[in-house]
């Protein structure tokens, strides 16, 4: 079971847009910084976007990320077939001293 | 261009030990964090631990599953962040990757560490 809540699947058509949650508690989302990844299976993961600094350069802006309180979310619009893959929220939690990642959700485009 | 690159993994029976290396180019290590992630076959990513840079005085966090077993240590001359791992378990097969800073910017490769009899 993780710490962080991710949905263990989302799917979308070509051209949609689509949302992927992640809950958490006060001691990780609620104070600290939050990062999304993408991961092609058998490849590394790669850092999306993160709530403190935004995305990093080579990002599409079809990638877009927010929180409120305890709970963040990740935006895909115009959805396209290379963005099927595994996406992971991750944060540091203040109480475990760790960083803690969410059980990850696979994005299917339909 | 900053990469990172894994070294060491294998097979190693239960109770064994092994070494992985990090080593790293493009960016100077001691103004960095690295963060050690493993990801069990077909499972999520599991965070193993972190040492600071040297403006937070190399200190160190791990994951309560491998405190006591796994160190992580750095060689800043060297361009280099290790794991020394310990009393393996089967459950520590994973491949491990190492990544940069607390957004974890950049990844290697990761390296496959099977534990098994």
């Known amino acids: 079971q993780s710490i962080l809540t991710q949905p263990p699947s989302a799917s979308g058509t070509a051209g949609q847009r689509v949302t992927i949650s992640c809950s958490g508690s006060?001691?990780?989302?609620?104070?600290?910084?939050l990062c999304w990844y993408q991961q092609v299976p058998g490849t590394a993961p790669k850092l999306l976007i993160c709530t403190n600094s935004g995305r990093p350069s080579g990002v599409p802006d079809r990638f877009s990320g927010s929180k409120s309180g305890t709970s963040a979310s990740l935006a895909i619009s115009g959805l396209r077939s290379e963005d099927e893959a595994d996406y992971f929220c991750?944060?540091?939690?203040?109480?475990?001293?760790?960083?803690?990642f969410g059980g990850g959700t696979k994005l299917t485009v339909l | 261009e900053v990469q990172l690159v894994e070294s060491g993994g294998g097979l190693v029976q239960p109770g064994g030990s092994l070494r992985l290396s990090c080593a790293v180019s493009g960016f100077t290590l001691s103004d960095h964090y690295v963060d050690w992630v493993r990801q069990a076959p077909g499972k999520g990513l599991e965070w193993v631990g972190r040492t600071r840079n040297k403006a937070k005085s190399y200190t160190t966090d791990y994951a309560a599953s491998v405190k006591g077993r796994f160190t992580i240590s750095r060689d800043d001359s060297k361009n280099s962040v290790s794991l020394q791992m310990n009393s393996l378990k089967t459950e520590d097969t994973a491949v491990y990757y190492c990544?940069?800073?607390?957004?974890?910017?950049?990844w290697g490769q990761g390296s496959l560490v099977t534990v098994s009899s």
């Open positions: 006060s001691s990780n989302i609620g104070q600290n910084n």
């Open positions: 990544s940069r800073d607390v957004t974890g910017d950049y």
């Open positions: 991750a944060a540091w939690d203040d109480s475990l001293s760790g960083r803690v």
